[in-house]
C-alpha cells in the first residue's frame, strides 16, 4: 500500500544476458531475473542488491554485467558491482560472490569494509557451539553416516584437512587395495577434476559449501557434514531450523548468501542513506541550528 520499501535485494539467475547483444534479457533462463526487475520497477526501491558467482565479471561474461547494469540504469539506478570474500566478514568459509550494489538517489554506493582480514573464523569455531534452546537443530549424524564401506574405508585412512587428487596424495594415504582404479598416466591433466575424500580442517577456513551434502567429510570423524555444520560454516544462527528433507535443507544453506556478509552489505546500504540524510540535514539547517538539536 503506501509504506516505503527501502530495498529489493536477491540472487536471480542471469546466465541468458550473455548470449544476447547488448545484454537485453530475451533469453528464457532469464525468467527470475526479468521478475527481479519487475519487482524493482514496481516496488521502487531506494536501492537494489543483486548476488551472483564471480564468473559473471569474467571476460567471456562481461555482456551479463553490462545487460545487468543497463537493465537498472533504465529504471534511474546507480549500480556498482564489487567481489566480496565471506571469510572477510566473520563467515568461516572461503566463497567469494559479485555483489552489486545501486540506489536512485544519486549517491556513491558504498560498499562494507572487511572486519577479518587479519583474524578469520575457522571450521573450529563454526562448530564450537552449534545448540538452541539445549538441542543441536538439523543435525542428523546417523543421516550423515557414509553407507559404501568402501569409501568409508577409504576416508578413515585420509588425514584432517587432507584429500586425493594427484597420484602422490592416493599413495600418501591410501594402502594399494583401497586406491582408486584410474591409470594416472592417462587421466585428464594428471588428476582428478574435483577433490576426493576432502576433508575439512578445524583449524582453517572452510572451502565452499556447496549444495551436495556428499562435498565434504567431517575433519576427524568417517562420515559426511550435517546441515547444522554447513549451516554453521555458512553463518547461520541456530535458532534458524531448516525444514524439509536433508538434501532441500542443503539446497537452502549451499545456495545461500552467508548471513553474515548479508549483514555487512546490509549496513554498508543504512551507512549510504544516513550520508544521504546528513546531507539533507546540512542544508536544511546551519551549524549552530543543528547543534542545538543535538544538544536537545
Given at each position: 500500500?503506501?509504506?516505503?520499501?527501502?530495498?529489493?535485494?536477491?540472487?536471480?539467475?542471469?546466465?541468458?544476458?550473455?548470449?544476447?547483444?547488448?545484454?537485453?534479457?530475451?533469453?528464457?533462463?532469464?525468467?527470475?531475473?526479468l521478475e527481479f526487475v519487475r519487482a524493482v520497477k514496481n516496488i521502487k526501491p531506494d536501492f537494489v542488491v543483486l548476488e551472483n558467482v564471480t564468473g559473471i565479471l569474467g571476460k567471456k561474461n562481461i555482456k551479463i554485467t553490462v545487460g545487468i547494469i543497463n537493465q537498472f540504469a533504465k529504471l534511474g539506478y546507480n549500480m556498482s558491482v564489487r567481489v566480496?570474500?565471506?571469510?572477510?566478514?566473520?563467515?568461516?568459509?572461503?566463497?567469494?560472490?559479485?555483489?552489486?550494489?545501486?540506489?536512485?538517489?544519486?549517491?556513491?554506493?558504498?560498499?562494507?569494509?572487511?572486519?577479518?582480514?587479519?583474524?578469520?573464523?575457522?571450521?573450529?569455531?563454526?562448530?564450537?557451539?552449534?545448540?538452541?534452546?539445549?538441542?543441536?537443530?538439523?543435525?542428523?549424524?546417523?543421516?550423515?553416516?557414509?553407507?559404501?564401506?568402501?569409501?568409508?574405508?577409504?576416508?578413515?585412512?585420509?588425514?584432517?584437512?587432507?584429500?586425493?587428487?594427484?597420484?602422490?596424495?592416493?599413495?600418501?594415504?591410501?594402502?594399494?587395495?583401497?586406491?582408486?582404479?584410474?591409470?594416472?598416466?592417462?587421466?585428464?591433466?594428471?588428476?582428478?577434476?574435483?577433490?576426493?575424500?576432502?576433508?575439512?580442517?578445524?583449524?582453517?577456513?572452510?572451502?565452499?559449501?556447496?549444495?551436495?551434502?556428499?562435498?565434504?567429510?567431517?575433519?576427524?570423524?568417517?562420515?559426511?557434514?550435517?546441515?547444522?555444520?554447513?549451516?554453521?560454516?555458512?553463518?547461520?544462527?541456530?535458532?534458524?531450523?531448516?525444514?524439509?528433507?536433508?538434501?532441500?535443507?542443503?539446497?537452502?544453506?549451499?545456495?545461500?548468501?552467508?548471513?553474515?556478509?548479508?549483514?555487512?552489505?546490509?549496513?554498508?546500504?543504512?551507512?549510504?542513506?544516513?550520508?544521504?540524510?546528513?546531507?539533507?540535514?546540512?542544508?536544511?539547517?546551519?551549524?549552530?541550528?543543528?547543534?542545538?538539536?543535538?544538544?536537545?
Amino acid at each position: 500500500k503506501s509504506q516505503k520499501i527501502h530495498l529489493v535485494c536477491g540472487g536471480p539467475p542471469c546466465q541468458g544476458l550473455s548470449t544476447v547483444g547488448e545484454g537485453i534479457p530475451d533469453d528464457p533462463r532469464n525468467f527470475l531475473f526479468l521478475e527481479f526487475v519487475r519487482a524493482v520497477k514496481n516496488i521502487k526501491p531506494d536501492f537494489v542488491v543483486l548476488e551472483n558467482v564471480t564468473g559473471i565479471l569474467g571476460k567471456k561474461n562481461i555482456k551479463i554485467t553490462v545487460g545487468i547494469i543497463n537493465q537498472f540504469a533504465k529504471l534511474g539506478y546507480n549500480m556498482s558491482v564489487r567481489v566480496l570474500s565471506a571469510d572477510h566478514f566473520g563467515v568461516p568459509q572461503k566463497r567469494r560472490r559479485s555483489i552489486f550494489i545501486g540506489n536512485k538517489l544519486g549517491l556513491e554506493n558504498i560498499f562494507p569494509e572487511p572486519t577479518h582480514v587479519n583474524n578469520p573464523q575457522t571450521v573450529k569455531d563454526a562448530f564450537s557451539d552449534m545448540k538452541f534452546d539445549g538441542k543441536e537443530h538439523n543435525h542428523d549424524v546417523e543421516a550423515a553416516e557414509i553407507k559404501n564401506q568402501l569409501e568409508k574405508s577409504r576416508i578413515m585412512k585420509i588425514p584432517e584437512g587432507k584429500s586425493i587428487r594427484y597420484e602422490k596424495d592416493e599413495i600418501a594415504y591410501l594402502p594399494p587395495d583401497l586406491r582408486f582404479d584410474v591409470n594416472w598416466d592417462t587421466i585428464d591433466e594428471g588428476r582428478f577434476r574435483e577433490k576426493k575424500l576432502n576433508r575439512l580442517d578445524r583449524n582453517k577456513l572452510s572451502p565452499t559449501i556447496m549444495t551436495g551434502r556428499h562435498t565434504y567429510y567431517h575433519p576427524t570423524q568417517p562420515r559426511y557434514l550435517t546441515a547444522r555444520e554447513a549451516a554453521s560454516i555458512q553463518s547461520f544462527p541456530n535458532d534458524f531450523i531448516f525444514e524439509g528433507t536433508i538434501s532441500q535443507q542443503w539446497r537452502q544453506i549451499g545456495n545461500a548468501v552467508p548471513p553474515l556478509l548479508g549483514k555487512a552489505i546490509g549496513k554498508a546500504v543504512v551507512k549510504t542513506y544516513k550520508e544521504k540524510r546528513k546531507a539533507e540535514l546540512l542544508s536544511k539547517y546551519s551549524v549552530d541550528e543543528l547543534i542545538a538539536v543535538v544538544r536537545a
